[in-house]
């Protein structure tokens, strides 16, 4: 119910911290603004520790069931949280070179961060439909916060519309499944799912809807045509935010949806979402291979990741946690090892504002520790094997053949390779060419 409400306290302080931000940015001079970066980084690592001494052990639901307290959504939230450190963190000098009103950026940021928390809290449709809304409302700021930037005010447009028209999307799928089963609660569907007699095709229409809308917030094919525009028009930080934090969230509220509420009618959707996966990895690393700007590339490698991620949600299993365990593993690998590479090419781009995967040539005669950061970083998402990137995909792969599906583990595989040539294309860039 909620005479717990003292185990949101890290949400209220967070959004707390994000008005702070604001209201310190009407008052400190010019010179000092980028002092906010380091408030906020300061109040996220205080939030981490109150998190994980508040809420350590605890199983516990509020609002109802609506919202949930437990190891998943503290994994998650802790994940976040660092996820903003970085984010700042890397973010401080192209803010100030670049941007303008920092403290709205950072607040907005704090903001985002909050609805990503309560998605991975959320165990009901409306409530993660809510939480999703005030992550994209955040993001689509974001993305167009180089006001002078045609490029990025294209973005913001574009990812505005396309986040509008697929929110409705969502948002009507919910009510279509309210509609035929009365309940919006993830465990409610799943019992209700496992006691229907016959089911009503608008239940099938409303949670394809559902799909569908989720399909373009994760950018999987075929709702992906967005991405590299919005990516590319972006603000670099913003690039990684949307790779990383956006994704991550996503696939947080997937997981918890399609586990508690949609295994117990798993043969009906786990070929679809099999499928969509098996295309969006294909389509994601071929179309890769043709890109020459380095946000694009980083882009198309997003929708290739988000490929394999939907393979092991396809594999989720009532009799094993394997696939559940290797998504959240391949989420932490996938991120950590992007967080690497974007630390790189934003201390690239603050170096010499260039964003072609051209521009990278010699860069390891010049800057031999950048070139090894991002060099590292991109084989670890390749796959390679001593990677990071490897073990968790080797993983992934694994609980897809215990599953019977070695099609798509198979198709994973070769996927995986050819990524790999893209990324070798910017290393060689870096190390072959003068």
């Known amino acids: 119910m909620t005479a717990n409400l003292q185990l949101l306290t890290p949400e209220f302080a967070l959004a707390g911290l994000a008005l702070i931000v604001f209201a310190l940015d009407l008052v400190l001079p010019a010179g000092r603004k980028h002092l906010l970066g380091w408030v906020a980084v300061t109040g996220l690592a205080a939030l981490i520790l109150v998190s994980l001494v508040m809420l350590w052990g605890k199983d516990e639901t509020l609002y109802d069931g609506l919202l949930a307290v437990d190891a998943y959504s503290l994994f998650f939230k802790i994940f976040f949280l660092g996820l903003g450190i970085f984010i700042i963190l890397s973010s401080i000098e192209y803010v100030s070179q670049y941007l303008e009103n920092q403290g709205e950026f950072y607040g907005l940021l704090l903001f985002s961060i909050l609805g990503m928390n309560v998605m991975a809290q959320s165990r009901e449709l409306l409530t993660a439909y809510i939480s999703l809304e005030l992550l994209s409302f955040s993001l689509y700021v974001l993305v167009a916060y180089a006001r002078s930037d045609f490029k990025s005010n294209e973005a913001g447009l574009k990812y505005i519309i396309v986040g509008a028209f697929s929110s409705a999307i969502l948002l009507y799928g919910v009510s279509m499944v309210y509609s035929t089963l009365g309940v919006t609660k993830f465990v409610a569907i799943s019992s209700a799912l496992e006691n229907a007699g016959g089911v009503s095709p608008a239940l099938w229409v409303g949670l394809a809807m559902i799909l569908v809308g989720l399909g373009f917030k994760i950018a999987a094919v075929p709702f992906h045509m967005w991405a590299p525009d919005v990516y590319e028009g972006a603000p670099l930080p913003v690039t990684a935010y949307l790779a990383i934090g956006s994704k991550a969230a996503a696939f947080a509220l997937v997981l918890r949806l399609f586990s508690e509420g949609l295994l117990a009618v798993g043969e009906q959707w786990q070929l679809v979402v099999a499928l969509m996966a098996a295309v969006t990895m294909l389509v994601g690393n071929l179309v890769a291979l043709a890109q020459h700007n380095i946000k694009r ?110 099609w798509l583990a198979g198709l994973a595989i070769f996927s995986s390779l050819i990524s790999l040539y893209y990324y070798l294309q910017v290393i060689r860039q870096m190390y072959i060419h003068p």
């Open 297 to 406: 590339l980083m882009a198309y490698s997003s929708i290739g990741h988000v490929g394999i991620i939907l393979a092991g949600v396809a594999a989720l299993s009532q009799d094993s946690v394997q696939a559940a365990t290797g998504v959240l593993l391949y989420l932490v690998g996938y991120s950590i090892t992007n967080m690497l590479v974007f630390a790189g090419l934003i201390s690239f781009f603050n170096m010499t504002g260039k964003e072609e995967i051209s521009d990278f040539a010699g860069l390891a005669d010049r800057n031999p520790f950048l070139a090894a950061c991002i060099a590292i970083g991109m084989f670890s998402l390749g796959g390679l094997p001593i990677f990071a990137g490897f073990t968790v995909k080797f993983y992934l792969f694994a609980a897809l053949a215990n599953e019977g599906l070695l």
